[in-house]
């Protein structure tokens, strides 16, 4: 069957997204999968203590290179995707896009943000290496 004809729910097509993402740092060092773990089961907390532009750029001001940076990308990546239903449909970058935004779409934003960090948890806990 072509996987371009079957409907998915917006959850199914998060969670597709995350695995691809975290199968990916399966490759990396085991310490920056340990990084990766950590940072990914921090950023909902912070994301609602500060709220999603700060969350987004706190990591974002840790180097793109940096475990931080990657988990960066992956949420920026999924929230400006170019496939519709994105919440900043062709923009490309995820801080410029929130602070151009109305309230309306930071909200739908963040809410997004925070269901693909639970797949994001999910799949690192369960793929990738832990801390020695």
């Given amino acids: 069957m072509n996987t371009a004809t079957v409907l998915q ?12 993402e975290i199968e990916k740092l399966t490759q990396q060092k085991p310490d920056f999968q340990a ?3 950590r940072h990914a089961n921090g950023l909902p907390a912070l994301i609602h203590m500060n709220g999603l532009g700060q969350a987004l750029a706190f990591y974002r001001m840790k180097g793109l290179d940096s475990s931080h940076g990657k988990i960066y990308q992956i949420v ?9 239903g994105r919440v900043f449909v062709m923009q490309n970058d995820a801080l410029k896009a929130i602070t151009t935004a109305d309230m309306f779409a930071y909200m ?14 999910k799949f690192s806990l369960a793929l990738l290496q832990k801390a020695d």
Avoid at 108 to 121: F, G, P, S, T
């Fill in 9 to 20: 729910t917006m959850d199914q097509q998060r969670a597709c997204y995350a695995l691809d």
């Fill in 35 to 37: 990084e990766i773990r």
């Fill in 76 to 84: 920026g990546n999924w929230l400006c995707g170019e496939t519709a």
């Fill in 108 to 121: 739908a934003a963040q809410n997004e943000a925070l269901a693909l960090l639970e797949w994001l948890k």
